[in-house]
């Protein structure tokens, strides 16, 4: 069980816009910034979100993060097959001294 | 341009150690930690810890002390992960990771799957 809460699965259709969101408490989220990242299929995770809301060069502005309180949310936008990928956000425990990882959403776009 | 390259894929039986190691190239070694994570078959990322490249001073998460070993040669930009006495639940794909800042991590190497079966 993940500190970060993360839905197992959303989906949506191509062209459409989905959120995941990603919970946690003022020990993590509340005071530290979030990354996400994108996992396709057989492949290592790609840094897709860091300091809560910036994009690394490279990543279209389809994806965009947002941290209110203790939750991040990332979204996308345009839906595309491609998207499909299991996505996970991160960030620093101040109380456990440790990087977390939520438990990691799955995205199916129909 | 910024590499992370790992080795390959190992098969061990239990009781066995194994050391993976994570090639860096395309910037300064030192001026970046490298992390660890692990994913089971089917599972989410655990973050495993992280060695400070400039000291060699590693840090351990809780789940992974005792067995897991990080670090360093330096002098070809390299960092390992040693896994002694090997079990059966260690079989997963084991990611290195260069941080940006503590849980921001830009560049990945492929990952190298270790199996442990007898």
């Known amino acids: 069980q993940s500190v970060l809460t993360q839905p197992p699965s959303v989906s949506a259709a191509p062209g459409q816009k989905v959120t995941i969101s990603c919970s946690g408490s003022?020990?993590?989220?509340?005071?530290?910034?979030v990354s996400w990242y994108q996992q396709l299929p057989g492949t290592a995770p790609k840094l897709l979100i860091y300091?809560?809301?910036r994009r690394p060069s490279g990543i279209p502005d389809r994806f965009f993060g947002s941290k209110s309180g203790t939750s991040a949310t990332l979204g996308i936008t345009g839906l595309q097959t491609g998207d499909e990928a299991d996505y996970y956000c991160?960030?620093?425990?101040?109380?456990?001294?440790?990087?977390?990882f939520g438990g990691g959403t799955k995205l199916t776009v129909l | 341009q910024v590499q992370l390259v790992q080795s390959g894929s190992e098969l061990k039986t239990p009781g066995a150690s194994v050391k993976v190691s994570c090639k860096a190239s395309g910037y300064t070694f030192i001026t970046h930690s490298m992390n660890w994570v692990r994913q089971a078959p089917g599972q989410g990322l655990e973050w495993m810890g992280w060695?400070?490249?400039?000291?060699?001073?590693?840090t351990y998460a809780q789940d992974f002390t005792g067995r897991f070993v990080f670090s360093l040669d330096t002098s070809v930009s390299t960092a390992y992960l040693h896994i002694s006495n090997l079990k059966a639940e260690d079989t997963a794909i084991y990611y290195c990771m260069r941080d940006n800042r503590v849980g921001e991590f830009d560049y990945w190497g492929q990952g190298t799957l270790v199996t442990v079966s007898s």
């Open positions: 300091d809560n809301n």
């Open positions: 060695i400070t490249t400039s000291t060699g001073n590693p």
């Open positions: 991160v960030t620093w425990d101040s109380s456990l001294s440790a990087v977390l």
């Open positions: 003022t020990s993590n989220i509340g005071n530290n910034y």
